[in-house]
């Protein structure tokens, strides 16, 4: 299969010519079949990637197994060295690799760009990390011994991946596993398969040992995944995706006692209190909502807003989103991409439908657009009453849904009235209230005033059904270390 000429031109690079193959012990190996990858901004194929089988993925794991003893015993400043290079490389390489982001995922250049500079900051930031576990020495209260604690790398870790950030997801794992001494398999979304490869090839380039990193794509993801957490090889599970899909991993690992870093799902509040500044609202809300067309765990689901400001919040809101311009990921002037497919374009448009039929009134959008390719216009409902399903699930779409509030005990109640906790944003100028209010937030994290939080030196993850863990950080590479306590006299 060769891309459209077109296409390749407008890419700078032929898809169908970059690796498509799985990734195991430092070789690159057929699979058991193709799986087709698609262009969301046409619903074009546009190449194949290798379907791995269950064998395939136990040889990936014995490919880490092997690997593990060296790596583990490689000094931290070597990993560091290595993990420093991976940044370099992908920093060199960012226009490429926004591109080849915006093909397969259909998110905006801009958006794509960005991905790429957060994805390689994950190898920068652990690189730092990598020479920067320390451990404890202390006394024993009875004064008989020393308690000397260690953290030494868990093992072979298995790493699971969502479409949305096909590049950020892969590092924020990748990196701080590396960092610890661990060797792993990474299982990326098929829907996203090139970034993933590319990035394999990256890494090899820039030192990372034979089998320290194997990449498998496959269309039996529960098989294959579920053959991995059964092998006594595997100690760690590292998952990125939807809470549905965590559950059911999280009852398979339990077999074997896996350590499980879980991020998932969210309902992100937006809360904007009267006393906001209106333009910085706006300007968080934009991000918080539109940054990957509003395919993000992290993306502003429900908006809260206070009387007083909401009939200018909302009117102002639904001019910018509706301003976008919306078209092919990869083309310069977009500033709004496709969804991923036609599934993702059903869900938003049955929750929208499901909100105007209840009575919530439409501002902007509210319809895909008839054309080739996965296009939701940028949609805002206001007014949206309580019951409406839009409320209760996660829209992983460019559509803004606000309903008011009165006081600041009904906007917190309101935040809270979810089985996610990943994120949430407040907007004040009180800056007590910011925080009062941050602290009653059910949410691993709170954007105080800012609509973007995600940064790598930071702790990232989720409360409730959100997810287990954290990622970035120093926490981010003690998820890949088991703790060592040697009680020693002397
Ligand atoms: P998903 O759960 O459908 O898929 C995630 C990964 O799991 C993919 O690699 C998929 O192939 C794999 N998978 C699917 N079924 C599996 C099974 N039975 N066994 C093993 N693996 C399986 O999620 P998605 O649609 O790719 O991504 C969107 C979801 O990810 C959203 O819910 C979003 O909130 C969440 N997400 C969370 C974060 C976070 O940091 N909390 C970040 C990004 C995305």
Not at 459 to 473: A, D, I
Request: glycine share 10%.
């Amino acid at each position: 299969m060769t891309a459209q000429p077109r296409l390749a031109d407008a890419l700078g690079f032929d898809p169908a010519k970059l690796p498509g193959d799985l990734w195991i012990g430092g070789a690159w190996r057929p699979g058991e079949g193709r799986i087709e990858v698609f262009d969301p901004s046409t619903g074009a194929a546009i190449t194949t990637v290798a379907d791995a089988s269950t064998a395939d993925a136990l040889e990936a794991v014995a490919a880490a197994h092997a690997a593990l003893p060296g790596w583990a015993a490689t000094p931290p400043r070597r990993r560091s060295e290595i993990l420093r290079r991976c940044f370099e490389l992908m920093i060199e390489r960012r226009d490429m690799l926004a591109r080849l982001i915006s093909l397969e995922n259909g998110k905006a250049l801009p958006d794509a760009t960005g991905e790429v500079s957060y994805a390689a900051e994950f190898f920068r930031w652990f690189s730092e990390e990598a020479v920067r576990l320390g451990g404890e020495l202390s006394v024993a209260p009875s004064g008989a011994n020393r308690i000397l604690v260690q953290h030494q790398p868990i093992g072979v870790a298995v790493l699971v991946t969502p479409w949305n950030f096909p590049a950020a997801m892969a590092t924020r794992k990748i990196a701080p596993a590396l960092a610890a001494g661990c060797t792993c398999v990474l299982k990326p979304a098929t829907e996203t398969p090139l970034t993933a490869y590319v990035l394999a090839r990256l890494c090899a380039e820039a030192g990372v040992p034979d089998g320290v990193l194997n990449v498998i794509t496959t269309a039996r993801a529960g098989e294959t995944v579920g053959a991995m957490l059964h092998d006594p090889r595997v100690r760690k599970l590292s998952f990125t995706g939807s809470t549905a899909v965590g559950r059911r991993l999280l009852k398979e690992a339990a077999d074997q006692v896996l350590s499980c870093s879980m991020e998932l799902g969210g309902n992100a509040p937006f809360v904007v209190f009267d006393d906001a500044d209106l333009e910085a609202a706006l300007d968080g809300a934009m991000i918080a909502k539109m940054r990957n067309g509003g395919e993000a765990c992290t993306a502003a689901n429900r908006f809260i807003v206070q009387e007083g400001i909401a009939p200018a919040f909302a009117e102002e809101l639904a001019g910018r989103m509706a301003a976008l311009p919306l078209g092919a990921g990869y083309d310069p002037a977009t500033r709004i991409g496709p969804m991923i497919n036609k599934a993702a374009i059903e869900t938003i448009s049955g929750l929208v439908d499901d909100a105007v039929g209840r009575g919530a009134r439409l501002l902007a959008g509210g319809r895909a657009l008839d054309r080739a390719g996965f296009y939701f216009p940028p949609t805002v409902l206001d007014r949206v009453p309580a019951e409406a399903a839009i409320g209760r699930e996660e829209i992983f779409g460019p559509v803004a849904a606000i309903r008011t509030f009165a006081t600041e005990e009904e906007a917190v109640a309101m935040a809270n009235d979810t089985e996610y906790g990943l994120i949430a944003y407040v907007f004040t100028s009180d800056l007590a209230r910011g925080l009062r209010v941050s602290e009653r937030i059910e949410a691993g994290m709170v954007g105080l005033n800012r609509g973007l939080v995600s940064d790598p030196a930071a702790p990232f993850g989720g409360v409730k059904q959100s997810g287990l863990g954290r990622e970035g950080g120093h926490h981010g590479i003690l998820e890949f270390c088991e703790t060592k306590y040697i009680a020693a006299s002397w």
